[in-house]
């Protein structure tokens, strides 16, 4: 090439690796398609935890909140808004409702879905799943498509590592497009991808298990914790655990446990199970006392 | 030596090592002076378990129980008597005492005392303290000591080592003489040398730490196996060590369970404190659950 009557050299190419440049174009070709634009609805304990994995993972997130956490948000790369229609306009693909129990239906009545694009997928991430599966249902616009999650750890048992630990879900209303069935995949991806153990399973089945056991368990941890038991110099192993479990359960909120127990229709019946096996073992008890005593009075006689 | 005319060659000394003899000497010495003669009275899994570790530490040990448990003690180098008269005439050092809860004042009350040493050691394992302490009190010879014990573990969680697993003693009455301090010393000492965590307690304070502990644990436990709670596809960390606690505590038999609440004196206490936090759990459950409900009513109107 001539500038003015002098001929100067351009550099035609960057380095001699042309052959690879078509294959690094696909590899990131293949990572913006899978990375997602994820929209964290309420960003307390929970929200964060999550948030920093999907980060972590390369996805864009977005998150918003009744409190204005702008500056742990900046801290895990998280652009945070504090108002909710600026945070809808980001156009997010899927918005992830990370609130409380009991905040989760005012949340959700107040949500200015029309802000949204025209197709966008909702998860949520509680701890119970009927209810949230039947409040989206009934609020969300039509092309709106449903995820159900529930990650059965957090911040203390998925600190450093979710290998193992159960992500339960159920594709309650996913599109046959295969834009929206490769964008629930790619939801499922982030948790397979860490290591999770991926149980697929009706929101109604999840409740009833969990009736028996993850409420079974919270309410046992807050009966001990009530009890205020203390380390004893003889304390044995079982003891141990028990005292680990009020640990692991006393210290959580009132909120939360209350939540398990109203918005699960499964637990009123399992609470009364357990109350009724504590009288059974008690009578039990008694009864042999009583037949001791009686023996006696009329061994006597 | 000569036998007939011919001249016989004797070996006169076994080896060359003579100046280690003496020490070897001391050493048997003072093993023999360690060792004593136990004698297990109840030979079912828990004398059985103790009994394994007496031979291997090198004691001398005898049994007798009411079932023939002659085959059992042969492979584990334990001699059985089946005539406890037989048993006390063997005059082992210490007795101790490893029947169950419920036999205990029954074996002790037709005991043939007067056969053995007009001064014996005597031990219990019982999982209560103040009942086998208040026993030994009124039916022992006054000359006989009494050391009561807990070691508390068995043959499940003690099955590959003791070490820092605790043992609680009490040093109920122990003569002044030397040879009495020491015997005892030496009992103690079969659990110090496996690496016991040696907790020294009053019978009394053993039993209020018990109940609030292990009485609780096995009540729990019960309680949950009565639910008959099941393994679910869900379960999280705290619901599997609920489940190992069922193994650990209802598969026990229900004498034990019973044993460890009749002869415990505080455990009555510590059920209705576990009934009265499951029945505050509940009411803070359907008070906010009665709230919500009125104010909606009131809202309403």
Same mark, same amino acid.
């Given at each position: 090439?001539?500038?003015?009557?002098?001929?100067?050299?351009?550099?035609? +190419?960057?380095? +001699?690796?042309?052959?690879?440049?078509?294959?690094?174009?696909?590899?990131?070709?293949?990572?913006?398609?899978? /990375?997602?634009?994820?929209?964290?609805?309420?960003?307390?304990?929970?929200?964060? $935890?999550?948030?920093?994995?999907?980060?972590?993972?390369?996805?864009?997130?977005?998150?918003?909140?009744?409190?204005?956490?702008?500056?742990?948000?900046?801290?895990?790369?998280?652009? $945070?808004?504090? *108002?909710?229609?600026?945070?809808?306009?980001?156009?997010?693909?899927?918005?992830?409702?990370?609130?409380?129990?009991?905040?989760?239906?005012? @949340?959700?009545?107040?949500?200015? $879905?029309?802000?949204?694009?025209?197709?966008?997928? $909702?998860? *949520?991430?509680?701890?119970?799943?009927?209810?949230?599966?039947?409040?989206?249902?009934? &609020? %969300?616009?039509?092309?709106?498509?449903? &995820?159900?999650?529930?990650?059965?750890?957090?911040?203390? @048992?998925?600190?450093? /590592?979710?290998?193992?630990?159960?992500?339960?879900?159920?594709?309650?209303?996913?599109? =046959?497009?295969?834009?929206?069935? !490769?964008?629930?995949?790619?939801?499922?991806?982030?948790?397979?991808?860490?290591?999770?153990?991926?149980?697929?399973? /009706?929101?109604?089945?999840? *409740?009833?298990?969990?009736?028996?056991?993850?409420?079974?368990?919270? =309410?046992?941890?807050?009966?001990?914790? =009530?009890? !205020?038991?203390?380390?004893?110099?003889?304390?044995?192993?079982?003891?141990? /655990?028990?005292?680990?479990?009020?640990?692991? =359960?006393?210290?959580?909120?009132?909120?939360?446990?209350?939540?398990?127990?109203?918005?699960?229709?499964?637990?009123?019946?399992?609470?009364?199970? %357990?109350?009724?096996?504590?009288?059974?073992?008690?009578?039990? &008890?008694?009864?042999?006392?009583?037949?001791?005593?009686?023996?006696?009075?009329?061994?006597?006689?």
């Amino acid at each position: 090439m001539r500038r003015g009557s002098k001929l100067v050299l351009r550099v035609r +190419a960057l380095d +001699a690796a042309q052959p690879f440049d078509a294959e690094e174009k696909l590899r990131r070709h293949s990572r913006l398609k899978q /990375s997602l634009t994820i929209g964290v609805l309420g960003f307390g304990n929970f929200g964060q $935890f999550l948030a920093k994995r999907f980060v972590q993972q390369g996805h864009t997130v977005i998150a918003t909140s009744r409190s204005d956490y702008s500056k742990i948000a900046g801290d895990l790369g998280v652009n $945070f808004f504090r *108002d909710i229609d600026d945070f809808c306009e980001e156009h997010p693909d899927v918005v992830i409702v990370c609130t409380s129990i009991l905040s989760t239906e005012e @949340s959700l009545r107040s949500f200015p $879905f029309q802000r949204l694009k025209r197709n966008t997928l $909702f998860c *949520d991430v509680l701890s119970v799943k009927q209810f949230p599966k039947q409040l989206f249902q009934q &609020l %969300l616009p039509e092309d709106f498509d449903i &995820l159900c999650l529930h990650p059965m750890f957090g911040p203390d @048992s998925g600190k450093h /590592s979710w290998k193992d630990l159960p992500l339960v879900f159920d594709k309650v209303r996913i599109g =046959t497009s295969p834009r929206r069935v !490769e964008r629930c995949h790619n939801v499922l991806q982030i948790f397979e991808a860490e290591g999770c153990r991926m149980v697929e399973m /009706s929101c109604e089945e999840h *409740d009833r298990q969990a009736a028996s056991s993850q409420f079974i368990t919270h =309410t046992v941890g807050r009966m001990l914790g =009530t009890m !205020e038991l203390a380390e004893t110099t003889i304390s044995t192993k079982g003891f141990e /655990s028990l005292l680990s479990l009020v640990d692991n =359960t006393y210290n959580d909120s009132f909120d939360l446990y209350y939540g398990l127990f109203m918005y699960n229709k499964n637990t009123t019946a399992e609470l009364s199970r %357990l109350e009724l096996a504590l009288t059974k073992v008690k009578s039990e &008890l008694f009864d042999r006392l009583h037949e001791r005593i009686r023996n006696d009075i009329f061994d006597d006689n």
